[in-house]
């Protein structure tokens, strides 16, 4: 196309990164952000319920069991998924022939069960995982779109590996008072330090919706991809219930002890499913946490009434694994709280990598003459993407408003007991005023970036972000709820929420002293930040 | 202990090149200097993927692969950082020595002209 | 031709042209990986599938780098053409009845 390799890579670079600059940096931001899904549920819903951490003990399994039993001794197949270490709270669940139940229950240390409790009604920090795959276009084919982002973000990885010129001369370069060329070294050291977090990221996303994008051989070959999946999948075996035969009593304390056998001592319980729960042959299937495993199936036992190993499910083969692997890579489920952050960082070097691409874009055209439509895009460019950041911030403001309105509403008691939300008597539930809310901020700013003069709208969108984020803050260290007791328990994922919004008010509020402060008006942007360095944990972090 | 090692590692590499060197110790570097800098690099590098992957504490080793990756580009974005604060630091400070540092080479270079200048013309005479 | 042209067919030739090669290949490798790997046919399938990404990305890549876009058409028809070849002749290999010899 060019005259040389080197030179076409460099034109698909620039174009297929322009064009899908904005969704690919709204895809990057919030599956980002969804590192920490169960941390921000759990920090959303710190206010009305106060779920602490704890391992299962054989007593607490015992009265579990006593619960469902009480609920649904009929069931075809009871669940209980034990409470994490990164907020998600406990929940139970049963299954019938016609129907199927689940609820969040906490601990009560005066009945000593396990009561139902109501999780304020919220989508919590699912809201950022589901959108960045669907793009909340479910019904929509948002996940089509979404996997052409992948595609284009892996061709715009490649090509710019031939884009950066002097790859190993200006590894580790960083120029700092050049606006350009600061962005151009940022953009070129994230790049290249990203290159493998990205292929891999890219690639597993395209291959856990195997079924979608390329699926005409799965139809030649098959019914349906159900058909395939179970000849590649593995699970266990139907079993069914001896009629006429009453349950034995479960012998707990021996089948934790062929846990420990089998697994050691350094495992957490994810969940224990017991299929015909109420007939003798009752079968126990514990599974553990992924552990240090990258496969997105975590291992399992099944053991009977009496703790005795039952068959388990056979290994799958190459092909499933694979794919197994890119999946749990994707999701990272493995990593512990040290990985998480540097995984979280990885993911907010490669947001603001996107961005930087288009900011360079647009500042090596102001040299030139600037056409309309550049003014328009930079406008447009400040709008998308820290509108994105003021509508996370926006996001989570609401859920604060929501739990307070509901703490000041009933006391904790009251919580305990009601069964339905007492929010839902709007006509609008909290759900929908989030997801309107998000939204709306994301597109009042864009409106806003618009409108305003381009200096003028950037200090304002920065300025809404560090108040935004501030105020959460704040409300965070002044709340009854809030770091102090969140300090006192230990409890870690609301600490690194609340650690989060501080690093992003404390980003927020230099970058718009920094703009307020610069008064050239020849300068329509932002001076370059001086040795503030792209922090690992700072978030939102984008030009 | 691993992300250190990795970060001495990348910095040793780093070190090792001309302009980056140069920004930290204000004279260019020497070539056996430079060898012994990469191979310490490199060395310290591999020592760190293996102390990664021969630790049987955690899961599979490409949990630990991957893990070591991570510090990598961490460690990487670190040094980056590290690099330009010192840039920058030396900038500030070394700005009025690099002014005298430079009328002086002016001088110098001045003074070689008008040499070679009055040789031709010597020469030509 | 001229450059919006060639431009244009470059860009077709990335997005749909790219995509009908994957879709091609991820026919195409599955009797490969039956007679060449002795996967199971839900596995060749599988296989075939995740290497048909690659494909896609390969043919996007190479629709900006081949110098002359009469060479790259009459490449990705080549290939398309053997990919189409390789899976006429095995499909009676992978039809229905072949099913329990498969798998």
């Avoid at chain 1, 718009?512 to 690992?536: M, S, V, W």
């Amino acid at each position: 196309m060019k005259p040389t390799f080197r030179k076409s890579m460099i034109w698909l670079h620039t174009y297929a990164g322009l064009f899908f600059a904005w969704l690919l940096f709204a895809i990057f931001l919030t599956g980002t952000l969804s590192y920490y899904n169960t941390e921000i549920s759990h920090w959303m819903r710190a206010q009305v319920n106060t779920n602490q951490h704890v391992e299962p003990s054989a007593n607490d399994i015992q009265r579990a069991l006593h619960t469902l039993s009480q609920r649904a001794p009929e069931a075809v197949q009871w669940g209980i998924d034990f409470a994490d270490d990164r907020g998600g709270p406990m929940r139970l669940r049963y299954r019938t022939e016609e129907e199927r139940h689940s609820w969040t229950v906490v601990a009560s240390p005066e009945t000593g069960t396990f009561v139902e409790t109501n999780p304020l009604e919220t989508r919590g920090g699912d809201f950022f995982r589901t959108f960045h795959y669907t793009l909340s276009l479910r019904d929509f084919g948002g996940r089509y779109l979404t996997g052409i982002a992948a595609m284009v973000m892996l061709i715009g990885v490649f090509s710019g590996i031939y884009t950066h010129r002097r790859f190993f001369q200006d590894f580790f370069t960083l120029r700092g008072p050049d606006k350009l060329k600061y962005l151009k070294d940022l953009h070129a050291v994230f790049g290249v330090v990203t290159i493998p977090f990205c292929f891999v990221i890219c690639f597993s996303a395209l291959l856990i919706y195997i079924s979608m994008y390329v699926p005409f051989s799965i139809h030649h070959y098959f019914d349906s991809y159900r058909q395939l999946d179970s000849q590649v999948s593995t699970r266990y075996s139907r079993i069914e219930p001896q009629d006429d035969s009453l349950a034995k009593p479960a012998n707990i304390p021996n089948m934790l002890a062929q846990l420990n056998a089998q697994w050691g001592s350094g495992y957490r319980l994810d969940s224990l499913s017991i299929d015909y729960p109420h007939r003798e042959n009752a079968r126990y299937i514990f599974t553990r946490d992924k552990g240090k495993y990258l496969s997105n199936k975590s291992e399992s036992i099944a053991l009977n009434h009496a703790g005795e190993r039952l068959e388990s499910m056979p290994k799958e083969r190459l092909a499933r694994n694979i794919r197994r692997i890119f999946y749990g890579l994707h999701e990272a489920h493995f990593a512990e709280p040290v990985l998480r952050a540097v995984l979280f960082s990885l993911g907010m070097m490669s947001s603001v990598l996107i961005a930087s691409g288009v900011s360079i874009w647009l500042n090596k055209r102001q040299g030139k003459t600037q056409a309309k439509k550049d003014k328009w895009i930079t406008k447009l460019h400040v709008g998308v993407t820290y509108g994105l950041c003021l509508a996370v911030a926006g996001y989570m403001l609401c859920s604060r408003f929501v739990s307070w309105q509901v703490a000041k509403g009933g006391s904790s008691a009251a919580m305990h007991t009601e069964p339905a939300a007492s929010m839902n008597t709007n006509a609008m539930s909290v759900m929908d005023i989030e997801l309107s809310l998000f939204f709306g901020i994301w597109l009042a700013s864009v409106i806003a970036c618009i409108v305003l003069a381009n200096h003028l709208g950037k200090r304002l969108v920065f300025l809404a972000c560090a108040l935004a984020f501030s105020a959460l803050f704040m409300q965070d260290l002044l709340a009854k709820h809030g770091v102090l007791l969140a300090l006192q328990r230990g409890d870690l994922a609301y600490l690194t929420i609340s650690l989060l919004l501080f690093l992003s008010a404390a980003y927020f509020a230099v970058r718009f002293y920094r703009l307020a402060i610069n008064k050239t008006g020849a300068q329509e942007n932002d001076t370059p930040r001086r040795g503030n360095k792209p922090q690992r944990k700072h978030v939102e972090e984008s030009h | 202990m691993l992300f250190l090692l990795l970060l001495s590692s990348v910095a040793c590499l780093s070190l090792a090149m001309n302009k980056h060197y140069k920004a930290c110790f204000n004279r260019a570097i020497s070539a056996p200097k430079e060898r012994v800098l990469r191979l310490l690099g490199w060395g310290l590098m591999l020592v760190s993927l293996g102390m990664a992957l021969v630790q049987q504490r955690g899961g599979s080793m490409g949990f630990q692969f991957m893990q070591w990756c991570c510090l990598l580009s961490v460690a990487i974005v670190l040094q980056v950082w590290l690099l330009n604060r010192v840039q920058q630091h030396k900038t500030q400070h070394g700005h009025k020595a690099n002014n005298l540092k430079k009328a002086n080479t002016r001088k110098k270079v001045n003074n070689i002209k008008e040499a070679r200048n009055s040789k031709k013309t010597l020469a030509k005479n | 031709m001229n450059i919006k042209l060639d431009l244009g067919l470059r860009i077709f030739s990335a997005t749909a042209i790219a995509y009908g090669m994957a879709v091609v290949f991820s026919f195409a490798l599955v009797p490969i990986f039956l007679l060449g790997f002795s996967s199971v046919i839900s596995d060749a399938v599988y296989f075939s599938i995740m290497l048909s990404y690659v494909v896609c990305f390969a043919v996007a890549i190479a629709s900006f780098s081949v110098t002359s876009v009469k060479r790259l058409y009459l490449s990705l028809f080549i290939a398309a053409s053997i990919g189409l070849t390789i899976h006429a002749a095995f499909v009676s290999l992978c039809s229905p009845s072949h099913f329990i010899i498969c798998s």
